[in-house]
């Protein structure tokens, strides 16, 4: 799992399931696929993740954007 901010969208055959979160941490949204990533943050983690494990599906949690 990845708990980060968003993904993007070129790695949405890698990622399994994704969820936001609210910020007061209780409202979850599902989402079917990944976002647009603002600050690339976590589409560097998630690549980073898929280098070292390409075969690997990535749940992902956008806890922050």
Known sequence: GLLDSQ???ELAPQVTEA???DSDGTVVVKR????EDCSGHGTT??????????????AHAQVFS
Request: no cysteine; charged share 20%.
């Open 45 to 58: 983690l998630a690549r980073v993740i898929l280098e070292h494990a390409p075969r690997a599906k990535i």
């Open 19 to 21: 969820r936001s979160f």
């Open 32 to 35: 079917n696929t990944s976002s």
């Open 7 to 9: 993904l993007s969208h």
